[in-house]
T-cell receptor, first 111, second 114 residues
């Protein structure tokens, strides 16, 4: 069995501030972990994925995530938020044939 | 541009009507998926297909059916729509089925059942 919990359904940050989105997973086998972004009225786009090669994963648009097995976490960060980062972000885990998604976190960026 | 197309973009449907959502990919991916997205629930898998000619049930398959006659197309049919099927539907594909494969998503179909 596998599941994902995203802590916080909404996050509001000021432009230039740190973005931190929290994701915890459960999996009975070593997981693959993903972060996807969804801009308004669009489909999901892959930001980054963890496949056990390195615990710190760099993605597109300046985002990165760190896999911490001891904490079963895969939190997403970006050092400096930009207005274009306003979107919904989904964490997902893959431990068998399918992806299991978290409920999502909506990010708003204040000027 | 390579990718996934979905049709229609949006639809309002009377309860009890039959509806087919279309999905086509041109990336020659083996695996395809249908998800529904509902507020506060994220995306939930409805049905999937690991390769042409095979299909499987996901997390929320009731009231939906799929077919995979060829590699490119993966239609989703609601035999008799109900209001609880109001949702945004996303089709996705991956090069291979199985653990760790990146899924690529279409733009979605917004369906309202009245």
């Amino acid at each position: 069995a596998q599941s994902v919990t995203q802590l916080g359904s909404h996050v509001s940050v000021s432009e230039g501030a740190l973005v931190l989105l929290r994701c915890n997973y459960s999996s009975s086998v070593p997981p693959y972990l993903f972060w996807y972004v969804q801009y308004p009225n669009q489909g999901l786009q892959l930001l980054l994925k963890y496949t056990s090669a390195a615990t710190l994963v760099k993605g597109i648009n300046g985002f990165e995530a760190e896999f911490k097995k001891s904490e079963t976490s895969f939190h997403l960060t970006k050092p400096s938020a930009h207005m274009s980062d306003a979107a919904e972000y989904f964490c997902a885990v893959s431990a068998d044939y399918k992806l299991s998604f978290g409920a999502g976190t909506t990010v708003t960026v204040r000027a | 541009i390579a990718g996934i197309t979905q049709a229609p973009t949006s639809q309002i449907l009377a309860a009890g009507r039959r509806m087919t959502l279309r999905c086509t990919q041109d990336m020659r991916h083996n695996a395809m998926y249908w998800y529904r997205q509902d507020l506060g629930l994220g995306l939930r898998l409805i049905h999937y297909s690991n390769t042409a000619g095979t299909t499987g049930k996901g997390e929320v398959p009731d009231g939906y059916s799929v077919s995979r006659a060829n590699t490119d197309d993966f239609p989703l049919t609601l035999a008799s729509a109900v209001p609880s099927q109001t949702s945004v539907y996303f089709c996705a594909s991956s090069r291979l089925a199985g653990v760790g494969n990146e899924q690529f998503f279409g733009p979605g179909t917004r369906l309202t059942v009245l």
